[in-house]
């Protein structure tokens, strides 16, 4: 999920620019939450199916909840940082408009999870709005780099 980024940065430029850093430093926390509330959401199924013994299995749903839960929060901080501080995302209103979006719903998305959302219908809207947020931030880091409107 996150290597793509580093290999084409590093083939265009031969070089690591913090940006790119900071951008796949993002993607691969919400990725790797997002990965454990598909563990929370499938845990029934996969381990009458498969006997699976992964996270939840092993910290239980609650701890699995607050790591996914840390996990996309510390993504939002180091989106927020790159508005702050990076070029082209310093006062970007091109980025921040579709990250605010992003970051909100995926701490809506954590925090249904933390508080015990069981629901099939959250499940879904977990599943489907965190991966179209994602595509939305992966289209703000594009747009950022190509138009920069200052706030």
Known sequence: MVIP???GDF???NSFHISIVLISITIFLAGVAREIHGMIRDYKGDEKARGS???LFHVGKARA???AAILYAEAVLVSIYMFFFYAPFAFNLVYIVPIAITDVTLLY???GFLVQKKSREFYSFSRNASLA???LSVLAFLA??????RI
């Open 109 to 111: 998305i954590s925090y």
């Open 53 to 55: 013994r992964n996270l």
């Open 144 to 149: 950022a780099a190509l138009l920069y409107v």
């Open 11 to 13: 083939v265009v430029t």
């Open 65 to 67: 909840s607050q790591l």
């Open 133 to 135: 947020v994602m595509a």
């Open 5 to 7: 980024f580093v290999y």
